[in-house]
């Protein structure tokens, strides 16, 4: 283990941001993951897990305790089986996986961040999420002092949720399972009409699955959401508002609120109606660029706030109330962070 005091975070995390860490610890294995996050609950030391750090909010004043950052390595695949040590990189495993002609996660292309992410936000892009491949999540639970093994169902997946993001304190991730499928070739159904558009395909329909993948990483790349460390649009968390689901009361006043205005709509569970968070900055006078100081929206992509290299957490925040207050105010609807906020709040 490499162990560093009053470290800095900002180069750990994609948006660029955020204080030191009073201590930074390495791990390169599972066993000193557990030993570090062991060690710190018996010390009832603060502990700050860290993967890619493309989902983190980390304030200007860092963090008082122990940094966790996972870099185990592990890509093991047998047959259609795949998986995945919690510190590889996402999007190099998607790549691999795709040359393997392998399907199941060639649509979330790109991705920044670790793989033992993906199953604490159910990761997903273009129709596609983890939850439809993982089978098995091997972690350690804190509370029980031990590595348990959770099935897909046990993970409790739901729209960029799971029982890891819904108990940050109990579990940390150490491998992730996948069953993915090999299709002749082809990829898994196209869900998702942009890149339907794009393919010039009905959605339902299957494409080369190299096709799929260099598909939406071309999409991604004209969003700015594909990482170029000389690209400030890319200096982001990603999408920084997850899209709004509305019950039924809620989505009849946003109806009302909208006039002539129509706005994206799908169905969702309980009878809800989920909208898009791009759509509504856009409409509330939030566009591409909007900003005029450090902290801005992206360029290319309306829900990516980015840091164009000087600025801090404290003005990204800025910008993130001000567009969620407009949002409220222009059509009633609540915008809910996606990244962790790590000594903040929105």
């Not at 030993?35 to 909010?57: K, Y």
């Not at 040590?85 to 649509?107: K, N, P």
């Not at 609807?333 to 709040?345: H, S, Y």
């Amino acid at each position: 283990m490499l162990v560093e005091l009053d470290a800095p975070l900002a180069p750990l995390t994609t948006l660029r941001l955020g204080g030191p860490a009073r201590r930074l610890v390495t791990a390169g294995t599972d066993e000193e993951v557990v030993e570090t996050v062991r060690a710190a609950d018996l010390a009832g030391e603060p502990l700050l897990v860290i993967g890619g750090g493309s989902n983190l909010v980390i304030g200007d004043r860092g963090f008082d305790g122990t940094v966790l950052r996972i870099a185990t390595t592990g890509f093991i695949l047998d047959g259609t089986e795949l998986e995945l040590a919690a510190g590889e990189v996402w999007a190099d495993a998607v790549t691999r996986s795709v040359d393997a002609g392998l399907a199941g996660i060639e649509f979330l292309a790109g991705i920044p961040g670790s793989a033992g992410a993906t199953p604490v936000q159910n990761v997903g892009a273009y129709g596609q999420e983890v939850a439809g491949s993982i089978t098995e999540v091997v972690a350690y639970d804190r509370r029980a002092d031990e590595v348990v093994t959770l099935t897909n169902a046990e993970c409790e997946f739901s729209y960029r949720h799971s029982r890891f993001k819904a108990d940050p304190e109990r579990y940390v991730v150490l491998r992730v399972r996948f069953r993915l499928a090999d299709a002749d070739g082809r990829s898994t159904p196209v869900r998702y009409a942009e890149v339907a558009r794009t393919l010039g395909v009905e959605a339902g329909e299957r494409v080369a699955l190299r096709t799929a993948y260099k598909t939406v990483l071309g999409l991604r790349a004209g969003k700015g959401m594909v990482l170029d460390p000389a690209d400030h649009d890319t200096w982001s968390a990603g999408s920084f508002f997850t899209n709004p689901v509305l019950t039924a009361d809620q989505y009849a006043d946003f109806l009302t609120r909208l006039g002539e205005r129509t706005a994206p709509a799908y169905p969702a569970p309980g009878g809800c109606t989920k909208t898009s968070a791009a759509w509504l900055i856009d409409q509330a006078g939030f566009g591409k660029g909007y900003g005029a100081g450090a902290a801005t929206l992206s360029t290319k992509h309306t829900l990516a706030l980015t840091n164009r290299g000087t600025a801090s957490t404290a003005d990204l925040l800025g910008l993130a109330r001000e567009i969620r207050d407009g949002v409220r105010t222009t059509f009633g609807v609540d915008l809910v962070n996606e990244p962790v906020m790590i000594g903040v709040t929105l």
